[in-house]
C-alpha cells in the first residue's frame, strides 16, 4: 500500500489557477495508476482525472478537459494537478489517490489509497 498526502488548494477568484501536489510514500508507486478525485457538497465523487502507472496515458473528465493538466514523477514519487481558468463548479474536496499496483484506473472505486484531501474554493 502507499500513503499519500496532498498539498495546495485554497481559496482562488474564478478564472485563477491553483496547483495541486501529492506526495506518496512506498515502494510501489512507480507500479500504480494515481488520479485526482473530487467531491462537492452533496454530490458523488468524481474522478477528475486518471494518470496511468507509467505515465503514458492521461484520463481527464470531460468537465476539466482544456482546464486542467496532470503529471507525474516516479522518481520523486510525486503527482500534481495544475488547474487553470477555475469556476465556481470547481469546488470540492479534492483527493490524490492510487490504484493496485497494474490495474485499471478508470472509476473511482478503482483506487483504494486516498490522502485526506484539500479543499479548493473558487469564488465568483
Known amino acids: 500500500q502507499v500513503q499519500l498526502v496532498e498539498s495546495g488548494g485554497g481559496l482562488v477568484q474564478a478564472g485563477g489557477s491553483l496547483r495541486l501536489s501529492c506526495t506518496a510514500t512506498?515502494?510501489?508507486?512507480?507500479?500504480?495508476?494515481v488520479g485526482w478525485i473530487r467531491q462537492a457538497p452533496g454530490k458523488a465523487r468524481e474522478l477528475v482525472v486518471g494518470i496511468k502507472w507509467d505515465g503514458t496515458r492521461v484520463r481527464y473528465a470531460d468537465s476539466v478537459q482544456g482546464r486542467f493538466t496532470a503529471s507525474r514523477d516516479n522518481d520523486k514519487s510525486t503527482f500534481d494537478l495544475q488547474m487553470n481558468d477555475l469556476k465556481p463548479e470547481d469546488t470540492a474536496i479534492y483527493y490524490c489517490a492510487a490504484a493496485e499496483p497494474h490495474s485499471r484506473y478508470h472509476y473511482v472505486s478503482d483506487f483504494t489509497s486516498w490522502g485526506r484531501g484539500t479543499q479548493v474554493t473558487v469564488s465568483s
Open positions: 512506498g515502494r510501489t508507486f512507480s507500479s500504480r495508476s
